[in-house]
């Protein structure tokens, strides 16, 4: 399993970003997909989940109203529209899928979100 994220960057508050997330190494529509957050010193925090064919997706409260999450199973690729960015949604994101057992994780992406 791989996990590749992009498309972090400096933005200042209330500007848009796009993350992807490249995966590859599973047979990707049969799985539900995940971005997480992190900031140094505290848990990762999950952000928004979307199920194998692209819906329900779920966020948490913290962003709701302002990301999207999205796939698309064709290109085996998942997607995180930020919106309205806020200087506490710096961090750095994950995108994550849980096969079998074993929750799998890229490398993550920096996301800063200053003036």
């Known amino acids: 399993v791989q996990l590749v994220e992009s498309g972090g960057g400096l933005v200042q508050p209330g500007g848009s970003l796009r993350l992807s997330c490249a995966a590859s190494?599973?047979?990707?529509?049969?799985?539900?997909m995940s971005w997480f957050r992190q900031v140094p010193g505290q848990e990762r925090e999950l952000v928004a989940s979307?199920?194998?064919?692209?819906?329900?997706?779920d966020y948490a409260d913290s962003v709701r109203g302002r990301f999207t999450i999205s796939r698309d199973n064709a290109k085996t690729t998942m997607y995180l529209q930020m919106n309205s960015l806020e200087p506490e949604d710096t961090a750095v994101y994950y995108c994550?899928?849980?096969?079998?057992?074993?929750?799998?994780w890229g490398q993550g992406t920096q996301v800063t979100v200053s003036s």
């Open positions: 994550s899928v849980r096969v079998l057992i074993r929750r799998y």
């Open positions: 190494g599973f047979t990707f529509s049969n799985y539900g």
């Open positions: 979307i199920t194998s064919g692209g819906g329900p997706t």
